[in-house]
Nanobody, 119 residues
Framework: QVQLVESGGGLVQPGGSLRLSCAAS????????MGWYRQAPGKQRELVAE???????NYADSVKARFTISRDNAKNTVYLQMNSLKPEDTAVYYC?????????????WGQGTQVTVSS
């Protein structure tokens, strides 16, 4: 199992920046994929950015060149640096971890952190 604790959300004006943090309860080397999803009101949860196998990263087209995912292995923490924020980035952001154990795969989610982009 893994517990995920997010922090760093808030209210920011369009064009501003925020950094989200997600601390895992186990070494992120042992986690098969880890990253961020978001869910806006009335919409499905969608991938924002994630680490997949090794150090490979995957970004949603809508955030490429604006958002950057990074990690601190010593702190078991993954970050999401969000720049040039737009009102359409407003959503609850969830940290996600995928563990593959034998033939099974297990998804874990943080509690979510609200990001609101508004003037």
């Amino acid at each position: 199992q893994v517990q995920l604790v997010e922090s760093g959300g808030g209210l920011v004006q369009p064009g501003g920046s925020l950094r989200l943090s997600c601390a895992a309860s186990r070494s992120i080397y042992s986690i098969n994929a880890m990253g961020w999803y978001r869910q806006a009101p009335g919409k499905q949860r969608e991938l924002v950015a994630e680490y997949t196998s090794g150090s490979s990263t995957n970004y949603a087209d809508s955030v490429k060149a604006r958002f950057t995912i990074s990690r601190d292995n010593a702190k078991n923490t993954v970050y999401l640096q969000m720049n040039s924020l737009k009102p359409e980035d407003t959503a609850v952001y969830y940290c996600h971890a995928l563990l593959i154990v034998g033939l099974g795969s297990y998804d874990y989610w943080g509690q979510g952190t609200q990001v609101t982009v508004s003037s």
